[in-house]
T-cell receptor
Framework: GQQVMQIPQYQHVQEGEDFTTYCNSS?????IQWYKQRPGGHPVFLIQ?????EVKKQKRLTFQFGEAKKNSSLHITATQTTDVGTYFC??????????FGPGTRLSVLP | KAGVTQTPRYLIKTRGQQVTLSCSPI?????VSWYQQTPGQGLQFLFE???????NKGNFPGRFSGRQFSNSRSEMNVSTLELGDSALYLC?????????????FGSGTQLSVL
């Protein structure tokens, strides 16, 4: 079955440093979504990428979808303590269920 | 618009018992999905219901079952509980319209099996 992997599993950064998490699917995806889960909270939708090679920005967050639609990345510029949480990618395999990656837990030291 | 509501928030059960969890989706959302979240395994897909029919099913044993009612509310049942079933159970709803497939999660039910 479809598998979605994410690296790294954990990332500790100093406030102001950049952060990147990578997501790879074993199969081609129709679209990919990113979610953020704060400690003690539930996942919250961040963005959806649909087109091959698509790049989207939300303030300090930059999302990319690979040309082959099998990988994606989330980059945060100049992290802040409010960025703390676990970031999940979720791949949509053409109408099947979303398959979530294991997540990358981000810690930001002030 | 009210968000996704899950009840109860916490549950403590013993091995062998059964449990039923409830999820009320956002008004107008006809799809409800269930996920199991554990610290080591991330979010594991259980099943998805759409218009009272199971649309997709994950790789979980038959002890895990669900249903959806005509008002889109969904229930998940776990029979013969095992210690390994301890987890946060999240439900998510979505509006099945083109280009608007994002999931809205509830706060989850934290199940502890003793």
């Amino acid at each position: 079955g479809q598998q979605v992997m994410q690296i790294p599993q954990y990332q500790h950064v100093q406030e102001g440093e950049d952060f990147t998490t990578y997501c790879n699917s074993s199969t081609t995806l129709s679209n990919i979504q990113w979610y953020k889960q704060r400690p003690g909270g539930h996942p919250v939708f961040l963005i959806q990428l649909v087109k091959s090679g698509e790049v989207k920005k939300q303030k300090r967050l930059t999302f990319q979808f690979g040309e082959a639609k099998k990988n994606s990345s989330l980059h945060i510029t100049a992290t802040q303590t409010t960025d703390v949480g676990t970031y999940f990618c979720a791949g949509d395999n053409y109408g099947q269920n979303f398959v979530f990656g294991p997540g990358t837990r981000l810690s930001v030291l002030p | 618009k009210a968000g996704v509501t899950q009840t109860p928030r916490y549950l403590i059960k013993t091995r062998g018992q059964q449990v039923t969890l409830s999820c009320s989706p956002i008004s107008g959302h006809r799809s409800v999905s269930w996920y199991q979240q554990t610290p080591g395994q991330g979010l594991q897909f259980l099943f998805e219901y759409f218009s009272e029919t199971q649309r997709n099913k994950g790789n979980f044993p038959g002890r895990f079952s669900g249903r959806q009612f005509s008002n889109s509310r969904s229930e998940m049942n776990v029979s013969t509980l095992e210690l390994g079933d301890s987890a946060l159970y999240l439900c998510a709803s979505r509006w099945m319209g083109q280009g608007n497939e994002k999931l809205f999660f509830g706060s989850g039910t934290q199940l502890s099996v003793l």
